[in-house]
């Protein structure tokens, strides 16, 4: 059961990071048409639209990712609650 936790906090952790250098790629130009941004924004798009679509930019500066990340963080830290309750 320790391994699943484990496996499962990578896994997320991971994700969160990958997200993180998808958002840093709009920093460079043409850098989300790479193939390497390609593979990331397949990886990445699917979670950050649902955000995208609720969460309006502001000031032509696009907070969603914040708060994608945040959510993942929160889904991280309640799924140690959870695992915890249940050793």
């Known amino acids: ?3 699943l936790y484990q ?3 990578t896994v997320i952790t991971f994700y969160m990071y990958a ?3 998808y958002i840093l ?3 460079f130009p043409n850098a989300r048409e790479s ?3 390609r593979i990331l924004g397949s ?3 699917p979670y950050l639209e649902p955000f995208r679509k609720i969460i309006p930019p502001i000031a032509m500066i696009d907070i969603s990712p914040i708060v994608a990340i945040l959510v993942l963080r929160m889904a991280g830290e309640g799924l140690r ?3 915890f309750m249940f050793m």
Do not use: T
Request: proline fraction near 0%; glycine fraction near 4%; charged fraction near 10%.
């Open 81 to 83: 609650v959870v695992f």
């Open 25 to 27: 790629l709009s920093w």
């Open 7 to 9: 496996v499962l906090d």
């Open 19 to 21: 997200i993180i250098i």
């Open 1 to 3: 059961m320790l391994m």
């Open 35 to 37: 193939s390497f941004g």
């Open 43 to 45: 990886i990445c798009e």
